[in-house]
């Protein structure tokens, strides 16, 4: 039997347009990406107690074939070619070696983007950096009772964010559109976002930086176009 609002919710991700990437590369333990562009992300499988937690929380929201994408519990920005990331983790946003990740599962998002799109990525990831923004018990309750209830009334502090929040915020630097509020965006939403299998024409191998619109879905895209709530607040950075 179909939940109640999941007819709604699939209707709802249809109209989204992510950025365009490549099909995402799986790093297991002990390997690790060598090859990187500013701009692209990654995303974590669960480890530890904390990551149990977000797996359980996702787990509450996401039912039928979307299950497989609650193991990702983490995600973060790479800005320069060396590997070097910004996150956002308990004790704020931070920047962070790829390289103390090799010991877990990982998967590299290689986005498709011009080098002025990039750039604002990478501008906006390090002005959270700069702000020392830090996520609090508000911004945690809120997302939580978005997974709890479906809810898509949120609230938060301008400044704060979680790891995939601030991923989803930063990718809307590039043409990516969002269907719900970025703050609120989960590191399996972003999974699911960029995961080719729902998206066939987010893997082609063209050279266009710019985003696809879903086969007729510009008109419900038309609907769904909003400014991020940091975008608004923020000069310079688009």
């Known amino acids: 039997m179909e939940r109640p609002g ?12 992510p950025v365009q990437t490549l099909p995402p590369e799986s790093y297991p333990p002990g390997v690790t990406a060598t090859e990187f562009e500013p701009g692209d992300f990654i995303l ?23 299950r497989k994408y609650v193991d990702w519990a983490h995600a973060a920005l790479i800005v320069d070619r060396t590997g070097r990331l910004i996150e956002a983790v308990g004790s704020g946003v931070r920047e962070w070696s790829l390289d103390k990740y090799q010991d877990r599962d990982y998967e590299v ?18 002005w959270a950096l700069s ?16 997974m709890l209830t479906g809810s898509k009334l949120t609230f938060f502090i301008d400044g704060q964010f979680v790891c995939s929040g601030l991923v989803a915020s930063a990718l809307e630097r590039t043409t990516s559109i969002f269907n719900r509020n970025s703050a609120n965006i989960t590191a399996a939403d972003l999974a699911k976002y ?4 729902q998206r066939p024409y987010m893997a082609d191998s063209g050279s266009s930086s710019r985003t696809s619109l879903p086969p007729n879905g510009s008109k419900e895209l038309a609907k769904t176009v909003r400014a991020s709530w940091v975008r608004d607040r923020i000069p310079n950075l688009r």
Do not use: M
């Not at 974590?44 to 979307?66: E, F, P, S, V």
């Not at 998002?109 to 002025?116: L, Q």
């Not at 960029?194 to 299998?197: G, Q, R, W």
């Open 131 to 146: 702000r020392h923004c830090k996520y609090g018990p508000l911004t945690i309750l809120s997302i939580g009772l978005s």
């Open 6 to 17: 999941n007819s709604s919710a699939r209707h709802a991700f249809s109209t989204a347009a």
């Open 44 to 66: 974590l499988k669960a480890h530890g107690l904390q990551g149990w937690l977000i797996k359980l929380g996702q787990k509450l929201r996401i039912h039928g074939a979307d």
């Open 194 to 197: 960029f995961d080719p299998a």
């Open 109 to 126: 998002f290689r986005i498709k983007a011009s080098d002025e799109d990039r750039r604002q990525v990478v501008a906006f990831a390090r």
